[in-house]
């Protein structure tokens, strides 16, 4: 394995490589001690519950809560900072930043079907999502959720 990195002129970053283990419950605790990991290229590489592919958190059973959580904090951290330049914009602007910004994360993953059979609480935290980011492009900000 280190001989195919170094003849494709890759190097491994133990600090920043991570491992999961995927499967059922049960199956994942039997396989695997979570102390254990795997040597790649020469290096330890533990075992996590969840990895972030580029752009996606996927843990260990596959599901994509991980996922949300994540993109929905990263959604209310632009929303908060369109709110604060809100005033400045016309609605076409806002309208225009809020897609830009904001609504490509929660879209992201949804074309290739990865969000496809995601649970209903995982839905209804997506949609509060939108609905908040479209009130404050509206300037409804009287009916604003926190």
Known sequence: MS?????????????????????????RVCQVNK???????????PFTDAVKLPGVTLDSTLSVDKHIVDGTRCCHYHI??????RPLLILDAAKAMAVSIVGCRLDYCNSV????????????????????LARVVVGAH?????
């Open 35 to 45: 102390s254990q990991g795997v040597w790649v290229a020469g290096a330890h590489v």
């Open 113 to 132: 079907g990865l969000l496809y059979g995601m649970s209903q609480a995982n839905i209804d935290k997506l949609q509060r999502v939108q609905n908040i």
């Open 80 to 85: 908060r900072a369109v709110r604060h330049i």
């Open 3 to 27: 001989r195919w990195f170094i003849e494709n002129a890759l190097l491994l970053n133990p600090t920043k490589t991570e491992a999961v283990v995927v499967g059922r419950s049960h199956q």
């Open 142 to 146: 009287g009916l604003l959720a926190h």
